[in-house]
């Protein structure tokens, strides 16, 4: 008799999972207490356009989110629009640009000629990135990315626009608070790495059908079942779920979740209180809604302009990635003033600010939506302890972005998650 295995969450951890089960033959059951799948990456209806819940990007050193898009049917060069990384602040005289050649000297090349900063920053962040390979991304002891910064030399511009934003960008917690060796891992696997792991992949398409859709067809395709809107409130032991029996449970919701899930089982009480000391990050995003034909001279610009009090990180044009013309997603990433301001000064505040990034004047928004994430991901500060897929309870497995120690609260994070649970499962890790 095949084996029957549940899965709790239908977010890219859980489906990742589900697909990695599936394709070994094995029937599982999703639980997804939301009415839709994709949890923290999904999509959400805007004045009649398919937007997200926040905007997400992807870089080419997502390997395994690749290979599970690949696998279940969604072909990322049609979902997904892959562009040379460039981090362009028009408001500023910043811009890098990395050009389509070999690796590491397309990063070489792009550290030379970028402008808005001195020769001396380039020179310290090459030799920043030399230093971080020839100890293999290994850190002797776990700090802050700000103080790995500054032990570095890391100043100026390039600090401002590109070392702090990536940090953000990936690891969505400030500098001063996030972890260091995390920031290694990501930058080993991105600028350390092949050069088509550093090229930004935007999705075309609204979330779910990155990857949701086509991993919900082939678990359903393989004999799997999709439970909506159920919530799993308790596990009982032996493993069983609302009176039903299964050979191995995946918890794979957020931690904040997982907690409920865990604390009451003498075996897992342990995980339970080391979530119960995780803190959060929110991530904001203000659609703006222009007039068709408002149109950025590129699919993703910076908003900084070297002003201490902005609050936009980066605007996305929806134009250009999909078809929702003249909306604009603007990002505020990590805790800050913004998350105190109402929404209809938020939207003031982005427009502004956005007319200031492109020095032109926009007609005024017809409409605006603010999405706020209260907790967007897990706040990824240095040693933070993250449990393993296997518990001491057997058959009882989790995954989810934080359990994935190399990474930060990522979709490749919740992957690779998803997929490792399923290779435990298999006897296959
Ligand atoms: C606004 C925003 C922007 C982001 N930007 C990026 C980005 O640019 N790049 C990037 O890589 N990552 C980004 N992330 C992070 C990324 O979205 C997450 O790391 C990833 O989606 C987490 O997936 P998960 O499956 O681990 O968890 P979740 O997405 O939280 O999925 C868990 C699922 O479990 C369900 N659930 C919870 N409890 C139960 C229960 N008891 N029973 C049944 N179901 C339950 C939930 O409804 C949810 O659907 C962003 C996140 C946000 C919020």
């Not at 119960?276 to 991530?283: F, H, T, V």
């Not at 032109?360 to 991901?377: K, M, S």
Request: proline residues 6%.
């Amino acid at each position: 008799m095949t084996r029957h295995v549940a899965i709790v969450g239908g977010g890219w951890a859980g489906l990742a999972c589900g697909v990695e089960l599936a394709a070994a033959g094995v029937r599982t059951c999703l639980f997804e207490a939301a009415r839709q799948l994709g949890g923290r990456a999904r999509r959400v209806d805007v004045h009649g356009h398919a937007l997200d819940n926040g905007q997400h990007i992807l870089i080419g050193a997502y390997r395994e989110t690749l290979r599970l898009m690949n696998q279940a049917g969604a072909d990322p060069a049609r979902v997904l629009r892959r562009l040379p990384l460039e981090l362009n602040y028009p408001g500023s005289a910043f811009c890098l640009r990395l050009p389509r050649i070999p690796a590491p000297l397309n990063l070489v090349i792009g550290l030379m000629t970028a402008k808005g900063c001195t020769a001396g920053e380039k020179i310290a962040a090459a030799k920043f990135m030399r230093s971080l390979q020839t100890r293999k991304y290994r850190l002797a002891e776990d700090i802050s990315v700000a103080e790995l910064l500054d032990q570095q030399h890391q100043t100026g511009s390039l600090r401002r626009f590109m070392w702090e934003p990536l940090c953000l960008a990936a690891l969505n917690t400030p500098p001063e608070k996030a972890s260091a060796q995390v920031f290694a891992n990501v930058l080993r696997d991105s600028l350390g790495g092949e050069r088509s792991d550093t090229d930004l992949l935007l999705p075309n398409a609204d979330l779910n059908a990155v990857f949701p859709d086509a991993a919900a067809r082939f678990i359903s395709g393989h004999g799997g079942t999709i439970r909506l809107s159920e919530r799993v409130e308790h596990i009982e032991q032996p493993l069983h779920i609302a009176g039903e029996a299964f050979d191995d449970i995946v918890i794979a919701t957020a931690p904040q979740h997982a907690i409920v899930l865990l604390q009451d089982h003498p075996q897992t009480a342990a995980i339970a209180r080391m979530l119960g000391d995780y803190r959060y990050e929110p991530i904001g995003t203000v659609y703006l809604g222009y007039p068709a034909g408002v149109r950025l001279p590129l699919p993703m610009l910076g908003m900084d302009v070297g002003s201490p009090d902005r609050l936009g990180q980066w605007v996305f044009d929806r134009g250009q990635l999909g078809d929702a013309e003249g909306v604009m997603g603007c990002v505020l990433s990590a805790a800050g003033t913004w998350n105190e301001r109402d929404s209809d000064a938020l939207a003031a505040t982005l427009h502004a600010e956005l007319q200031e990034t492109l020095e032109r004047p926009l007609p005024q928004p017809l409409w605006h939506q603010v999405i706020r994430e209260r907790r967007a991901t897990f706040s990824c500060r240095p040693g933070l302890p993250r449990p393993k897929s296997r518990t001491l309870l057997r058959g009882l497995w989790l995954a989810g972005d934080y359990v994935c120690a190399d990474y930060p609260a990522t979709l490749e994070g919740a992957i690779r998650s998803g997929v490792a649970a399923a290779r435990a499962i298999l006897g296959r890790n």
